[in-house]
């Protein structure tokens, strides 16, 4: 069973040069260890896109306070955010670029799940945005495979949590999931000093 599959708005249009999470029984049990895992009863989300990743955690968990925000760059996005206000009581989306977030706004939130600027220096900003809102998980997604040009979030993970002195975080677990180009790879960080 393919959860996104029966969900006409999110079908049309899919660019082939991003890749997308595929909501297979499979993926669903990974989003489903995710929330088991953190207990988070907010997350907020750093890039939405197609927002395949927010209807999975929505549908699993409905009850579930989440913002997401995108630079909003594609037709798609917008129409999508707007379908799911419609969609889930405790959604909420905002176009935006993720670089002129401030801590305060995400530090009341459980996890922040990044997978918007997939730059070295965009993720560098995501991760300190975190670590300066204090929150305690960290969900960032292709960590091993990106497919921009000159991008390393593997290297950048690494070398943030290599560095607890500034950043107080631990790999708690990685995990590999379906997407439309074959399989990714997203990281779950805990913050230690909590």
Request: negative net charge.
């Amino acid at each position: 069973m393919n959860l996104l599959a029966e969900t006409v708005f999110l079908k049309e249009g899919w660019p082939k040069l991003e890749g997308h999470v595929v909501g297979s029984i499979t993926t669903c049990k990974i989003f489903q260890a995710i929330l088991d895992k953190t207990q988070a009863e907010s997350i907020f989300e750093i890039g939405f896109n197609y927002g395949h990743s927010a209807f999975i955690f929505q549908t699993l968990n409905p009850e579930l306070k989440y913002h997401s925000i995108d630079i909003g760059k594609y037709k798609h996005t917008h129409a999508n955010m707007e379908k799911f206000t419609e969609l889930f009581k405790n959604f909420t989306g905002t176009i935006r670029n993720s670089q002129g977030i401030e801590a305060e706004e995400v530090s009341k939130y459980d996890m922040v799940f990044i997978d918007g600027d997939h730059t070295n220096g965009g993720l560098s900003k995501d991760l300190n945005l975190c670590n300066a809102a204090g929150v305690k998980y960290i969900l960032v997604d292709d960590y091993v495979r990106c497919i921009a040009p000159g991008c390393f979030p593997r290297a950048v993970v690494d070398h943030y949590i290599e560095n607890k002195a500034e950043f107080p975080y631990s790999l708690l677990s990685t995990f590999v999931y379906e997407c439309s180009n074959g399989t990714n790879y997203m990281v779950l960080l805990e913050r230690n000093d909590i």
